[in-house]
């Protein structure tokens, strides 16, 4: 069965450090790969996705996410994290063959950055 | 840019009351779905509907809940008599197309606590 882990449930960091978020997944094939972020009150906004090719994927705000097929994990980065990067943050899996395309979710990591 | 809007952003219920979360996913979209996330917990699949039809359901999605696309715009979640434990963030996502590679595009959430 399809699942997500993300083992940091929540980070601190400074503002201008690097960054980057832990994403496992299981699977039986090469996944549908996705990162959300959800600031307080939004609703879950897309980051990134990896469907196929180049397993280094860029995104919105500065982010990138990288797919290791070895270690079944996609995680989250970014070089310099600004302070309106505080949210939380949600790794998902979807299902190929699967018009439905749920999401398998994480439990989310939540970001703190400190001035 | 288009957003999925919920309607309210939280609910407050009795234990065995019916409750109704409303949601207007992106217009031209034809992939909707129905996500819930209880505290410090898994975003976990509910339901997801197309061509006026469930198309997935999991096993949380039980007898008490329904899903209805009552007219052009609107799509409903209805709880017919809420439990304790129903209560939880709702989000509500749509997506344009059939493909399992199509973005799918969350709502805010709906806060539903049950009394």
């Known amino acids: 069965a399809q699942s997500v882990t993300q083992p940091d449930i929540h980070i601190t960091v400074s503002e201008g450090a690097s960054l980057e978020l832990r994403c496992n997944y299981s699977y039986g094939a090469t996944p549908y790969l996705f990162w959300y972020v959800q600031s307080p009150g939004q609703g879950l906004q897309l980051l990134l996705k990896?469907?196929?090719?180049?397993?280094l994927v860029q995104g919105i705000k500065g982010f990138e996410a990288e797919f290791k097929r070895s270690q079944s994990s996609f995680n989250l980065r970014k070089p310099s994290v600004h302070w309106s990067d505080a949210a939380e943050y949600f790794c998902a899996v979807g299902a190929r063959g699967n018009t439905g395309n749920q999401f398998y979710f994480g439990t989310g990591t939540s970001l703190t950055v400190i001035p | 840019e288009p957003e999925v809007t919920q309607t309210p952003s939280h609910q407050v219920t009795q234990m065995g009351q019916e409750v109704i979360l409303r949601c207007v996913p992106i217009?031209?979209?034809?992939?909707f779905y129905w996500y819930r996330q209880i505290l410090g917990q898994k975003v976990e699949f509910l339901v997801s509907f197309y061509n006026n039809e469930i198309s997935e359901k999991s096993e949380i999605f039980d007898d008490q809940f329904s899903v209805e696309r009552p007219d052009g715009s609107n799509f409903t979640l209805k709880i017919r008599s809420t439990k304790l434990e129903d209560s939880a963030m709702y989000f509500c996502?749509?997506?344009?197309?059939?493909?399992?590679?199509?973005?799918?595009?969350f709502g805010p959430g709906t806060r539903l606590t049950v009394l």
């Open positions: 217009s031209n979209h034809l992939y």
């Open positions: 996502a749509s997506k344009a197309g059939t493909s399992g590679t199509d973005t799918q595009y």
């Open positions: 990896y469907f196929s090719g180049d397993t």
